[in-house]
């Protein structure tokens, strides 16, 4: 099944690579990996990213490594992978670059884990279960709530396994119900995980009331690094269909409709300049049902000029993706955000997506980010759908 997969996706790129003329050195990342001391291949090391304590994940041999953030909500800061095309060690997602103040504010969001909601809730204001909640408005100039709850929370780290087979790292934070608009008992544990092709965020949910149940979806922020975002094609998985969610102008709020797209599914670049690149931030909603044909979904971030390529695969729970190229008007830098989501916008409210949990029923879902290098020992892919050993 994954070679039929592969094999679509490896055609798309090869069609894009025949359609793009434009030659260029791929890029390279100025910074090498920090040494480790420990014999094995695959370490957790404690690390300081400005002033902000943080976790590497780190594959000794490749030179690949991932930082984790805990005091930050889990946050993924930086992923720095081997590419398949030049063999070089490139950023894979766009950083502060150890900038702590920035780091602290995070302006764009950038690599957050967004839960119990992801996206933005209308007026900060929904009903479950028959009562109101108000959650607080982070987004003044649209009026809504915005990204969720965990991104400024420090999390509790749980364990780490070293080894020669993979890295991981797992944290845990507990919503004790005290949240303004968020009266509910809810434990997330975040699993990261480094291989040799690729890594891993798997996060779980479970509702710890004895008999209350509670909303829940969540997403994830990375803006991938490129050299030019108006250059940059993005094709979102081949083995579904895919609508553009249609939103309120001002507020970006769905307005319950769905219409058909080419954007992302036609090997065109985003499109615009360099300095100003085509402005995106609108939602997709995957149309095929979940079966043995889609039971994971891959998106490729192409970049036309260094000709790399990034995969980010997302198990089917998460049926929704945001795309956002602000990030070149805002901070000047060079990136697109594809956001994996396991609901529509607003789903508080519309309820499309929404994950009810009952009394301590748990949830589970995974997304990984590859440059689509071989692996000879134990791949992402084993970890996509099952819980890593802890």
């Not at 679509?8 to 793009?20: D, I, N, Q, S």
């Not at 839960?115 to 007026?123: E, K, Q, S």
């Not at 995969?311 to 994996?340: H, K, L, N, W």
Request: charged content about 20%; overall charge negative.
């Amino acid at each position: 099944m994954w070679r039929q997969r592969r094999s679509v996706c490896t055609f798309l790129l090869l069609t894009l690579l025949a359609a793009v003329t434009a030659k260029s050195a791929p890029e390279r990342s100025d910074r090498k990996a920090e040494k480790s001391s420990a014999r094995d291949r695959y370490t957790v090391e404690d690390i300081m990213v400005g002033d902000i304590p943080g976790k590497q994940l780190t594959d000794n041999v490749e030179g690949q490594h991932v930082w984790i953030l805990p005091t930050q909500g889990g946050r993924v800061e930086a992923i720095r992978m081997k590419s398949a095309t030049s063999g070089v060690v490139r950023d894979v997602i766009l950083t502060h670059n150890g900038n702590s103040t920035a780091i602290k504010e995070n302006a764009l969001f950038k690599g957050a884990v967004l839960l119990p909601f992801a996206n933005r809730i209308a007026n900060g204001t929904y009903m479950f279960q028959g009562k109101t909640y108000h959650l607080k408005i982070n987004e003044p100039e649209r009026q809504n709530a915005l990204h969720g709850l965990l991104y400024d929370k420090e999390l509790t780290v749980l364990s780490s396994v070293s080894g020669n087979q993979y890295a991981i790292l797992v944290l845990q934070y507990v919503f004790d119900g005290t949240d303004p608009g968020y009266p509910f008992r809810l434990t997330v544990q975040l699993d990261y995980i480094l291989t040799a092709d690729g890594f891993v965020l798997s996060v779980g949910a479970t509702n710890e009331h004895a008999s209350r149940p509670l909303p829940f979806y969540m997403g994830w922020h990375p803006y991938f690094k490129v050299t030019a975002t108006a250059s940059t094609v993005v094709l979102f998985a081949p083995c579904s269909n895919y609508s553009h969610i249609v939103t309120d102008k001002t507020s970006l709020i769905p307005t319950g409709t769905t219409e058909p797209t080419s954007t992302f599914t036609d090997s065109k670049p985003i499109g615009g300049t360099a300095s100003s690149p085509t402005y995106i931030d609108d939602g997709y909603a995957a149309l095929a049902p979940t079966d043995a044909n889609c039971t994971s979904l891959e998106h490729i971030i192409y970049d036309t000029l260094s000709k790399e390529a990034t995969y980010m695969i997302q198990t089917d729970d998460f049926r929704f993706t945001q795309a956002f190229t602000g990030s070149v008007s805002i901070s000047g830098e060079q990136g697109v955000a594809v956001e994996p989501m396991s609901a529509e916008t607003d789903a508080f409210n519309n309820h499309i997506g929404l994950s009810i949990l009952n009394a301590q029923q748990q949830w589970r879902s995974s997304v990984a980010v590859s440059l689509g290098k071989a692996s000879e020992g134990p791949s992402f892919r084993d970890f996509l759908h099952t819980s890593p050993p802890h």
